[in-house]
């Protein structure tokens, strides 16, 4: 057990007549972790992408909840008789009639 700590510590596992083996593994699990590195990034970038848009979908709904507010304000009849006094129209007096057309038969 004493000689097998030594040789890992010294590294002659990796030059020794049947290195070839260690030395496949050794790439093959580099490689995994390269690969698990590189998808963690991935992961990482798709999160930050996911906060990014739900703050533009949350500032995107404020406005749009803003402008409907607004727009209602300014299709209230009080607003229109206002914008219409300002060029000098105002509503009228005499309320309107009701056209009735008979059916000729």
Known sequence: MKK?????LKGTFLVSD???KNWRMILFISGLAIV????????????????????EVNEMR????????????????????????EKGLSPSIIPPKKIKIKSQK
Request: charged share 30%; glycine share 2%; aromatic share 8%.
């Open 18 to 20: 049947d290195s070839f």
């Open 62 to 85: 404020s406005a749009f909840i803003d402008g409907r507010s607004k727009l209602m304000r300014l299709k209230m009849e009080s607003a229109v008789v206002i914008k219409m006094k």
């Open 4 to 8: 097998s700590i030594y040789s890992i």
């Open 36 to 55: 698990m590195i590189a998808s963690s990034h991935s992961a990482d970038k798709k999160v930050y992408e996911i906060a990014r848009l739900k703050n």
